[in-house]
C-alpha cells in the first residue's frame, strides 16, 4: 500500500505534485491545519504530515496519530510542534533549515536601509500630502560599523552584504573561527565590543537560554549612542520594553523588528515609536523561499517514506536501516561525548578531531562524525541536528578530522573527541559496552569509567586532601543530595576531577560557591538526555 501524505497548510502544486511522482498519496488540505480538532480527528490515516506555522502538532495530536511515521515542517521553525512527544512515538520531525537563508537576510539589510533613511515614515508623509522635507534626516550605510550577532548560514549571508554596501563589518559568534572570518572579510569580536563599537546591529542567532534578552537595558546602556537595531531572527532577543525606553530617550536611534516576544504581535511596547520599522515577520516571505522550503520538505518526506532515507532530522539520526542495531548506540555515544565537550568549552573552537578504535572504525563515520558535532554545538545552538552540524562546523571554519585505527586497548572499540581552541585543548573518551549505554573512560586524559546522568557537576581541582571533604560538606549544608559520583587523577599530587550524580539541576549561584572552594579549579553542570 502507498504510504498517505496530508498537507495541512499552504504548499505549492509542485511540492504536491512531487509527492505524487514518488508514488506518495497525498490529500491537500491547505486549511485543514487552523481546525485542530478535524486535524485531531483524520491525523490517524496519514503516515506523513507536511505542515508550515499555522498546523499546532500537539502531544495530543500525536497520540492520536497512530500511523505517524514523519512531520515535514516546511521552513526552520519547529515551535508548532511537540518534538518530545514525536520523539517518543518514534516519530521523525524534519524541517528545511537553509531554504529561506537568503531571503531572510535580504530582509534585515532592507530593514536596515528603512531604518536609516526613515522610508516607512516618509512614505506615509508624503502620501498624507505632506512635503516633510527637513524632518526625515538620515544617515548613510557607507563607512558605519555594522555588528553582526551570529555568523551562521544566514548571519554570514548579511555579513557579506554588508561588506560589499562598504561597511565595516564585525561579527561575534562563539563557533566563529578567526579563519572563517578572515575568508568573509569581517573582524571577529567579543559581544561586549560589538555592543560598545557597532552603529548598526543585526541579529542572526536561534533563541536559547543564553540568547534570550541578549538585548536588554544593560546591553543598551553599553551601545553607541545613536546605534540602529536589527532583530529578524527571533522574538524574545530583545527584550522589548528596554528597546521601547532606549528609543524614547535617544540611546537608540532607530530599530526594524520583524520578530516579537509574542505572535501575532497586535501590541507592542514598539508600535507607533518614531523610526521604529515593524513587520510582520516576513522575513521567508518570498516566492522563491515559500517555494524552495516546499519543494524540499516534499522531497524530504518522500525520499524517507518510500526509501528509508533520513535528511534534516531534528530527532534522529542519517542511519540506515541495516546499520542501525549496531550503529545506533555509538551515534548517543559520540552526542554524549560531543555535548560533554561542548558543554566545557567556552572559547571558539578551532578544530575538532574524532578518534575512532577497534570496532567503531568499521562503522559509518560520517553518521558518528555528524552526531558528535551536533552534540558538541548543541550547548550554543539548541536546535542544530546531525545533518545541519557539519555544515554549520564548516560556516564557522572548524576543522574536523577523523582518525580510525585498529583496536588498541581493553576495549572493543571506543570514540575519543579532542575539541582544540586558542586557549586549550579537551578530549573526552568514551565506550559502548553490551548493554548499549554509553559510558565515559578517560576526560582530560584520566581514566574513569562512568555513567552517563541526567545532571551532573563536573568538577577539576589539584589532587590534594580536603577537596572532596569540602565538597560534601557545602553540597550537606545546602540541603543538596549527591546520588553516585566518580572520582580520577592524572597522578598523586597532579591533576583531579570529579563527577558528582544529582537528582535536580543546580543554582548558578550554588555552582559558583563550589567553583570557590579551595582547590576547585572549574566546575560546571553538565545535563545530558538519558
Not at 546520588?483 to 599530587?493: K, S
Request: proline share 4%.
Amino acid at each position: 500500500m502507498a504510504p498517505r501524505v496530508l498537507v495541512s497548510d499552504k504548499l505549492s502544486p509542485t511540492a504536491v505534485q512531487i509527492f505524487k511522482d514518488r508514488g506518495v498519496e497525498v490529500d491537500y488540505l491547505p486549511d485543514l491545519g487552523k481546525d485542530k480538532d478535524k486535524l485531531l480527528e483524520v491525523i490517524g490515516q496519514y503516515d506523513g504530515l507536511a505542515i508550515r506555522s499555522a498546523s499546532k502538532v500537539t502531544e495530543k495530536i500525536i497520540d492520536a496519530a497512530t500511523k505517524l511515521k514523519v512531520i515535514g515542517r516546511a521552513g526552520i521553525g519547529v515551535d508548532n510542534v511537540d518534538i518530545p512527544a514525536a520523539s517518543r512515538k518514534g516519530i521523525i520531525v524534519m524541517n528545511t533549515p537553509f531554504g529561506n537563508s537568503i531571503t531572510t537576510a535580504e530582509h534585515a539589510i532592507a530593514m536596515m536601509f528603512a531604518v536609516a533613511r526613515q522610508l516607512p515614515a516618509a512614505d506615509a508623509s508624503t502620501q498624507a500630502g505632506k512635503w516633510e522635507k527637513n524632518r526625515f534626516m538620515g544617515v548613510e550605510i557607507t563607512g558605519k560599523v555594522l555588528g553582526v550577532i551570529g555568523c551562521g548560514n544566514i548571519g554570514s549571508i548579511v555579513a557579506s552584504r554588508g561588506v560589499g554596501l562598504k561597511m565595516k563589518v564585525i561579527g561575534f559568534d562563539p563557533f566563529l573561527s578567526a579563519e572563517r572570518a578572515a575568508q568573509l572579510g569581517i573582524e571577529k569580536v567579543e559581544l561586549d565590543e560589538l555592543f560598545r563599537r557597532a552603529d548598526f546591529i543585526t541579529l542572526h542567532t536561534p533563541m536559547t537560554d543564553k540568547t534570550r534578552g541578549i538585548i536588554d537595558a544593560k546591553a543598551i546602556a553599553t551601545m553607541k549612542k545613536g546605534v540602529r537595531i536589527i532583530n529578524c531572527a527571533r522574538g524574545g532577543l530583545i527584550v522589548e520594553k528596554d528597546l521601547a525606553e532606549a528609543i524614547k530617550s535617544g540611546q537608540v536611534a532607530g530599530a526594524g523588528i520583524d520578530v516579537f516576544e509574542t505572535e501575532p504581535a497586535t501590541d507592542s511596547p514598539l508600535f507607533h515609536l518614531e523610526n521604529v520599522v515593524c513587520t510582520p515577520h516576513l522575513g521567508a516571505s518570498t516566492t522563491e523561499a515559500q517555494e524552495n522550503v516546499a519543494l524540499q520538505v516534499a522531497e524530504q518526506m518522500a525520499d524517507y517514506l518510500v526509501n528509508g532515507a533520513v535528511s534534516n532530522a531534528l530527532n534522529m539520526p542519517s542511519i540506515t536501516a541495516e546499520e542501525a542495531p549496531l550503529l545506533t548506540p555509538y551515534v548517543k555515544l559520540a552526542e554524549i561525548l560531543g555535548s560533554f565537550a561542548g558543554q566545557l568549552t567556552e572559547d571558539p573552537i578551532d578544530a575538532v578531531e574524532i578518534l575512532f578504535d577497534g570496532a567503531p572504525a568499521q562503522m559509518n563515520t560520517r553518521a558518528l562524525v555528524s552526531a558528535a558535532l551536533a552534540g558538541l554545538m548543541k550547548a550554543q545552538v539548541q536546535t542544530v541536528n546531525m545533518v545541519s552540524a557539519p555544515l554549520m562546523a564548516k560556516e564557522r571554519g572548524i576543522a574536523v578530522s577523523e582518525v580510525r585505527r585498529d583496536k588498541s586497548g581493553v576495549f572493543d572499540g571506543y570514540l575519543k573527541v579532542t575539541v582544540t581552541t586558542k586557549k586549550q585543548t579537551r578530549s573526552v573518551a568514551g565506550t559502548c559496552f553490551s548493554d548499549g549505554k554509553p559510558r565515559f573512560i578517560q576526560i582530560k586524559g584520566i581514566n574513569m569509567e562512568a555513567d552517563v546522568g541526567r545532571y551532573m557537576l563536573y568538577t577539576a581541582n589539584k589532587d590534594v586532601p580536603g577537596v572532596i571533604g569540602e565538597l560534601g560538606m557545602t553540597f550537606g549544608k545546602a540541603g543538596i543530595n549527591i546520588a553516585n559520583f566518580h572520582l580520577g587523577r592524572d597522578e598523586q599530587g597532579g591533576s583531579a576531577i570529579a563527577l558528582l550524580y544529582l537528582d535536580e539541576p543546580l543554582s548558578d549561584a550554588f555552582i559558583a560557591q563550589v567553583e570557590a572552594l579551595n582547590g576547585i579549579g572549574q566546575a560546571k553542570l553538565l545535563t545530558f538526555e538519558v
